[in-house]
């Protein structure tokens, strides 16, 4: 499994170790990944992601999971994403007809 955050699509980054010396050797800095599971309201159930904690913050900044989704381009978002947007999105057309 890659470590790459499934709603915000943030993925590891290279740079270098730097010695006291001024040696400098390769490294990669991973993003911080958690399981987590987050719950839809429209959908009314819980989804589980694997997400950065900077993700995790920004996704209940703006207004919960449904409002990320809605918001956010699909080339930003795994599989798993699309497909939980894609039922949201039917949902919402479902909502609007019966309003």
Known sequence: MSRICELTGKGRLTGNNVSHANNKTKRVFLPNLQHVTLLSE???????????????????????????????????LSKNAQKVKRELKKATKETDKAA
Do not use: C, I, M
């Open 42 to 76: 429209k959908l009314d159930r819980g989804f589980k992601f694997r997400v950065s904690a900077h993700g995790l913050r920004s996704v209940e900044h703006n207004g919960g999971l449904d409002n990320w989704l809605l918001k956010t381009k699909d080339e930003k």
